[in-house]
């Protein structure tokens, strides 16, 4: 199986309804405010975990695929390394590895013994727009890659517990981005810098949407992955089994 544009992004996206607000300027006090609040969430942030449901829509046959599992995050300076174990797929036992370790993202799936391999390169900008925003990134780096606008607050849930979150509506600045998505949402806890929903709408009317739970933040990582997934805790990259097929994209 080739792992094409649509298998990668499908690493985004589950929806919670909540109560919309009025949008506001990007240069609005609240935004100012969320951002710095990004930006002290940020210094602190070391790693994550979530659970998430990750669905996405192909409007022309209004036809969902929804994936299952846990994903991780870990800060390395200004680089947010990701691996995610998807467990399910429309329900089903569906089981597959996703690593990005900065440079380089990996796809393993043991059903059919493959890794398939991206070279990040000059998409790197298109990568970490789907697979680590809103995950211990800052403020001022959010508003170096986007043009944002507040949204205002909402209020989800996790843990069983109400937590107050920012929507942010945002456009890319990157042309490749903007090419690939027209816009992008995030439902964002600033004071521990993660995102709890995120939304990406495609110029096709697509549309990918994510939902995290069971967030901790700050918590050992490497033990979490180690346990449940092939990925190398040192360096966020796949070690696949003996006998696996390599394919380099």
């Known amino acids: 199986m080739t792992v094409t544009r649509r298998h990668i992004l499908a690493l985004s996206v589950l929806a919670v309804v909540a109560l919309a607000a009025a949008p506001l300027r990007a240069a609005s006090p609240e935004l100012d405010k969320v951002l710095r609040q990004m930006d002290e969430a940020a210094s602190r942030f070391h790693s994550a975990s979530a659970d998430f449901a990750w ?3 192909t409007l022309v046959v ?17 680089t947010t390394q990701m691996a ?3 467990v399910k797929l429309n329900g089903r036992p569906d089981l597959k590895t996703l690593a990005y370790d900065g440079h380089t993202l990996q796809l393993y ?11 990040a390169g000059s998409n790197r900008g ?15 780096e959010l508003a170096a890659n986007w043009d944002i606008t507040f949204a205002g607050y909402e209020t989800l849930t996790d843990r069983g517990q109400p937590v107050k979150v920012a929507r942010l509506d945002l456009v890319a600045k ?3 981005v903007h090419n690939m998505f ?4 995030i439902w964002v806890d600033p004071t521990r810098g993660v995102s709890l929903k995120q939304l990406f709408a495609e110029p096709t009317g697509d549309s990918r949407t994510a939902l995290y739970v069971n967030i901790t933040v ?25 006998g696996t097929s390599i394919v380099n994209h």
Do not use: C, W
Request: no cysteine; glycine share 8%; charged share 20%.
């Open 126 to 140: 298109q990568y970490e727009s789907f697979l680590t925003l809103g995950f211990g990134g800052s403020g001022r």
């Open 55 to 57: 669905d996405q829509l």
């Open 218 to 242: 700050n918590e050992a990582v490497e033990p979490a992955l180690k346990a449940n997934t092939p990925v190398d805790p040192k360096d966020f990259r796949i070690k696949a089994p003996a």
């Open 174 to 176: 990157q042309p490749s």
């Open 182 to 185: 027209s816009k992008v949402s």
């Open 84 to 86: 995610a174990q998807i």
């Open 109 to 119: 799936q043991p059903r059919i013994q493959q890794l398939s391999v991206f070279a």
């Open 62 to 78: 209004n036809s969902h695929d929804v994936q299952n599992g846990t994903v991780y995050f870990r800060r390395t300076g200004s």
